[in-house]
């Protein structure tokens, strides 16, 4: 039997130290380039908001595609359009590395005449591609935050990490779009993270559930991370709750429990899902609450071979690149307990959550 190695949620004190971290301060340099860019690192800054009148948009900058770990630099940036009826529209410009810049000082990522710049208050987001043009202002209205270090490393002497920041958990937005021969002005709410990592998310990670939700005047953050099989399929929470612009609290108290119900098998991943998302929590001040997701739907179901060159999918297939990813569309719900029972209640109608399945099925419940 192969050894299972470690894995661990950085929060000790030598991990602050390793990464030069403060406890419960985001500095600048965070949200900055983290990698070199090179063979073996990956690294993105995603954006995406929700307008008053039913328009989605997401803003991603990449250093390569985080398929593709082993690849020099090739950066490229995407824009994901979805207008209030439902028509959803892409466009993605590849660049050459000598057209792109990227600071380690702060997030500032120049890709020709795209870009992403902020400071940890504020986000001036550009677009320019082939079929459509966006600009978009992102002011937060809760302060950047982290899960401990933001930082979960894989091994027995941490050969390996994937990280995550998300440096506007939620902010006001408002965009100027131009798409299908159309000029529109958006307002609305946002979000901006940012990840990175030494080594494909293949070789560290089973699975994991991760979506984000405005519940009237609530704000979840919520992943559940299954490790893969090498690292004994440890689990990791990830959480944060909000209320107005105040963080009631997050899994620095490891009071999360994830009790998930309705599992299926989806008919074309062939992934087991579940169709209900239950964490319940207690915040450091002792109130207790549960957040509910229930799917009611589908927004996407694709498997990652599909982002290689066409001539080379029927190979992946074979060899067993089965990942997928899922995007549901439900309800998310927020009840605060007292003594077990809901005292307040409340719910959102728009919810999206993702599972991201990198290993074989089921393998983590054998």
Known sequence: ???????????????????????????????????????????????????SDGTKLVIVFYTK???????????????DLTTPDGKTY??????DPGDCSFSKEKCKVLMGDSSIEGDLTKYEIVFRGKKMNARVELVNTIPAWR????TIFFGDNDEHYFSWLPASPEGTATADIEFNGEEIHLEGSGYHDHNWG??????LMHHWYWGRAKIGDYKVISSWITAGAKYGFNEFDIFMLAKGSEILGDN????????????????NTGKPVYGKI????????????RITFDRKGDISREFFYQSLPKGLQPFAKLAGFLGSYQRFSGTAMVERLEEGSPVETVMDN????????FGKAGADKK
């Open 90 to 95: 892409y466009d993605i410009v590849a660049h």
């Open 252 to 267: 620095s108290n490891h009071t999360l429990r994830f009790l998930p119900e309705n599992e299926y098998m989806d008919e």
């Open 1 to 51: 039997m192969a050894k299972v190695l470690g894995s661990v949620h950085g929060e000790d004190d030598l991990r602050y130290e390793k990464l030069g971290l403060k406890r419960n301060e985001i500095q600048l340099w965070e949200d900055g380039m983290r990698t070199d860019g090179g063979k073996g690192s990956y690294e993105w800054w995603y954006s995406d908001f929700s307008f």
């Open 350 to 357: 728009s919810a999206v959550w993702e599972l991201m399945y």
């Open 278 to 289: 239950v964490y319940e929590y207690e915040t450091p001040a002792g109130e207790q609450y």
């Open 198 to 203: 030494d080594v494909s998310m293949f070789k």
């Open 147 to 150: 899960s401990q270090t933001g």
């Open 65 to 79: 595609n985080p398929v593709k770990v082993s690849s020099e630099m090739k950066p490229f940036v995407e824009m």
